[in-house]
Nanobody, 114 residues
């Protein structure tokens, strides 16, 4: 499984950005998919996840601002980020689980200027 993340960039506080993660394999084969982020000097944290059945969950810090979704036919997962804050600045990684295995994308930088 290879995951290609894209869509990061520089945005002003209050703005929006969408990051994407495209898989080389059908996303039906994954138990769940998620977005994580890691800010400088901090541990990687779960931002949002979506199960094979479509159930979503979010970190408290992004609830109401971020939306995770997927396009099965494009084999792509998205994270729509609205009302961005400076504290959302991080490298965003996509990850999927299939059975006991975990796969990671290469990360995409999101920088929010205040």
């Amino acid at each position: 499984v290879q995951l290609q993340a894209s869509g990061g960039g520089l945005v002003q506080a209050g703005g929006s950005l969408r990051v994407s993660c495209t898989s080389t394999e059908s996303i039906f084969s994954f138990t769940d998919m998620g977005w994580y982020r890691q800010a400088p000097g901090k541990q990687r944290e779960l931002v949002a996840a979506i199960s094979n059945g479509g159930t979503t969950n979010y970190a408290d810090s992004v609830k109401g601002r971020f939306t995770i979704s997927r396009d099965i036919y494009k084999k792509t997962m998205y994270l729509q980020m609205n009302s961005l804050k400076a504290e959302d600045t991080a490298v965003y990684y996509c990850s999927v689980h299939r059975g006991p295995a975990t796969y990671w994308g290469q990360g995409t930088q999101v920088t929010v200027s205040s």
